[in-house]
């Protein structure tokens, strides 16, 4: 019953580690470095095509890419842990929301940010294409914060893996200067989810 999980420190495989501790299920974690590269060798792209991290490997060998089919594949697996409200509950569609704003909207800024050079041919541009996907970044945290009522998680007392999603990832771009001046209640979910023991060793470890 044993998951594997491709990563590195600070990336998106940071909150598939938290939702496993969540759930207590054991995984081997293998490391990927995304400093030299590591997640564009040829053989970690035979497992994952797309040159990414995360990639989760199931017990039967399933694999599963993309960082938001990898939550949801654990909290439909593992129902017990209650990462996410049944299906006739308007719970999960909020947390359903937020989990794909950020994956479609956020997370492609990440990747201007970090990789400015593959978004246009003239190296010159990549200073304008980072600042820009840091400000497109930073607009939807500002939206999330307009609309959130964290009480102290998304959906009340009540934690789900939308809130391991976005606290975690309310930390890059430089959130973590940012976040707290400009997104007060993002912030305080991030603490929230950070202050929760069984994720607490694992956010320590990432951050
Ligand atoms: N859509 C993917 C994006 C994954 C992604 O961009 N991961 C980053 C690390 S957080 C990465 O592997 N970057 C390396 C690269 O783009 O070459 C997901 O949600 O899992």
């Not at 994952?48 to 995360?54: A, F, H, S, T, V």
């Not at 930073?138 to 009340?156: D, N, Q």
């Not at 940012?178 to 989810?193: D, F, G, I, M, R």
Request: charged fraction near 20%; hydrophobic fraction near 45%.
């Amino acid at each position: 019953m044993t998951y594997i999980l491709y990563g590195d420190r600070g990336s998106g495989s940071a909150p598939v580690e938290m939702a496993l501790a969540e759930i207590g299920a054991p995984v081997e974690l293998r490391d990927v470095p995304l400093e030299g590269d590591h997640q564009l060798a040829e053989a970690y792209r035979r497992i994952n095509p797309m040159g990414r991290i995360p990639t989760l490997i199931l017990p039967d060998g399933t694999v599963v890419t993309e960082s938001l089919a990898i939550l949801l594949t654990l909290a439909d697996r593992h129902p017990a842990a209650g990462l996410l409200p049944p299906p006739d509950d308007a719970g999960r569609a909020v947390a359903l929301r937020w989990m794909a704003l950020v994956a479609g909207e956020f997370y492609p800024c990440v990747t201007r940010g970090d990789y400015p050079e593959r978004f246009s041919a003239e190296p010159g541009h990549a200073p304008a294409i980072r600042a820009r996907a840091f400000e497109m970044g930073r607009a939807v945290w500002r939206l999330v914060e307009a609309e959130i009522a964290p009480a102290p998680y998304l959906l009340g007392e009540r934690f789900c893996v939308a809130d391991l999603y976005l606290a975690f990832l309310s930390r890059w771009m430089g959130g973590r200067e940012w976040t707290p001046a400009n997104c007060p209640k993002v912030e305080a979910l991030a603490q929230a989810v950070a202050a929760r023991p069984r994720v607490a060793p694992v956010w320590a470890k990432h951050i």
